[in-house]
């Protein structure tokens, strides 16, 4: 009886959503206690990886735009996705490495998706850092760039403690001696406990296939709040009932009206 009786008390008890961590490192979230990362910057509606999506995260108010780091091939560190820029433009075809600024520069990169984002071209990291500083944060992801000419820069602009890097194992270690926010990715869960232990990482990266309630406990309890990539929209619930502290995502106004709503149904 009393078995019975203990077993029905606790099927009628809620089940509370673990709490995203308070970061000691990162600003507060803007939106609901939730970081924000737009992926590519804001691009439902526009090209990515250009100055227009990334004005359009900070209009929304999130807390970060993704931006990926290649060289031209007059050595100048520019913001574009793929290692080429078949993708985004009838214009060229080729290799990032093997266009000058002044030929990526060059690109109507905004037509494909509306012809009125037909002057949108491949931005420079100077231009994005300009744009974003005192407004929103960098999430990193350095592809094909220097990691000292990028720390370099960034610094000249006084946002170190504004940018989180997603890099290799020996940028990191760059990263992290010069007094900025590394952010690794495990990959597999299995992986976990060795990054947490090897990097002490405040801030650690993952996408969602890799994903789970026990992957967000293990890095709270190493002190590192977690940065999840959406699969899709229908990934937000259990990311937050586990405690995701951030979720990078490609549908940023709808997720931000998404936390609102849940924040005021509390």
Known sequence: MITRALLTIALCLPVFAEQPLVSDVLAPPRNGGIYVVCHRGAH?????????????AIDLGADFVEIDTRTSKDGVIVSVHNSTVDAYTDDAKGKVSDFTLAELKALDIG??????????RIPTVEEILQLCKGKIGIYLDLKEADVAELFQMIKKYDMVKDVIWYCDPHEH????????????????E??????????????????????S??????????????????????CWDDALAWGTDGIQTDHPEKFIAYLKKRAAAK
């Not at 037509?111 to 949108?120: G, L, T």
């Not at 299995?190 to 990482?201: G, M, Q």
Request: charged share 30%; glycine share 4%; hydrophobic share 35%.
């Open 173 to 188: 270690a760059y990263v992290k001696q010069h007094g900025g926010i590394s952010m690794p990715d495990p990959g597999p």
């Open 190 to 211: 299995a992986n976990l406990a060795t990054i947490l232990r090897d990097y002490e990482p405040k801030v650690v990266a993952s996408v969602w296939r890799h994903f």
């Open 111 to 120: 037509s494909r998706v509306d012809p009125k984002w037909k002057d949108e």
């Open 213 to 234: 309630r026990t992957f967000v406990t293990a890095c709270h309890e190493a002190g590192a709040v977690v940065i999840v990539d959406e699969s899709d929209p229908s």
């Open 44 to 56: 439902e509606d526009r090209p990515e990886n250009t100055l227009a999506a990334y004005q359009r």
